[in-house]
């Protein structure tokens, strides 16, 4: 791997105390190109710039993907929150859109040389973290549809607080009316661009109406619940944990997936089923819906206070974080910043003698 050191950080210009989410970047990136069959020697050199042709087919013709991973400041290391399950999510990515594979090795090195490099940025305070983003965009310069025969894999940082503004505290969501995100056999299971763009209308007008985010219904009887706009979503009713399954139109998130690593082993009753809104609205009168939460990199737990669909709105546990919700944040963010046992090995610790 070549590495080039940046003349100056940066890192002396950003409040570590107000970050927000994805504003600032990190001094370095990876990056490694695809050509003749293979990628090619990987590189890191300063954060700045690409230089790219108005012709580039990605621009024209979306073939991009893209993933989200965090590392957290644990005492004398770095904890690096499941990178092997984020790096398949990766390659199942790449095989819907037609892009090449990459290999783990390429992909945790890439990671681990950055965060050496860059561990100053690491944010210490409890709630803060290193976002990770890897993307891969087409290169060749043509206007036709066919799949690029050579690529771009990047790496890029960002120290992160929180995704949304209200935390920890309970959210509010609003079905997609008459919009649609994915539809079966389409690109609903796959990270890439096309698909946030489809959300953006939906999520304006949700919150120009007061709402946080999309909770998305399916596209073919508009009734069947999917997931939020950048969550999984996950309903405790009659004290069983449900939540959509994955068949095809929803990313499998996972967050998603520890979560019911996690309940399974409290033991608690698991079910991924198909969901209709009917089902949540009657649950809700008859008292049986307990809790409601999304799951995702970015806010690990985010508690729903409120679902409007139509006519009616769903009040959750009177606004109010569940017992669950609770439990789950704390158990996971406890593994990430390595105050909890982590059992299921998930966290890839780097040491960083000089933090």
Known sequence: MRITKTLKSRKHEIDFNNLGFGKHFSDHMFSCDYKDGKWDIPQIVPYGSISISPSICSL???????????????????????????????????????????DYDLFIKGIEALIVLDGHWVPKNKGTSLYIRPFIFATDDFLGVKASETYSFLIITSPVGAYYKEGINPVKLITS?????????????????????????????AQDK?????????????????????MNIFFMIDNKLVTPSLEGTILPGVTRNSVITLAKEWGIEVEERRVSIDEL???????????VFGTGTAAVISPVGEIKHEEETIIINNKKI???????????????????????????PLSLPSI
């Not at 989200?68 to 819907?96: C, D, Q, T, V, W």
């Not at 649609?180 to 661009?193: H, I, Q, S, V």
């Not at 669950?324 to 299921?344: A, R, V």
Request: overall charge negative; some cysteine.
């Open 177 to 205: 009316g008459e919009y649609t995100r994915a539809a079966r056999g389409g690109l609903g299971e796959a990270k890439t661009p096309a698909n946030y763009a489809a959300s953006l209308l939906p999520a304006q007008i």
């Open 210 to 230: 007061g709402f946080t985010q999309v909770l998305w219904l399916d596209g073919v009887e508009n009734r069947f619940i999917e997931e939020v706009g950048t």
């Open 60 to 102: 024209h013709y979306g073939q991009i993907i893209f993933e989200g991973l965090k590392a957290f400041y644990a005492a004398e290391k770095i904890n690096i929150f499941r990178p092997e399950k984020y790096h398949e999510r990766l390659n199942r990515s790449a095989m819907r859109l037609c892009i090449p594979p990459v």
């Open 322 to 348: 569940g017992e669950l919700s609770q439990k789950l944040y704390d158990e996971i963010t406890g593994i990430q910043y390595g105050e909890k046992d982590d059992k299921f090995n998930w966290c890839l």
């Open 281 to 291: 609205i009657s649950s809700s009168k008859d008292g049986s819906l307990q809790e």
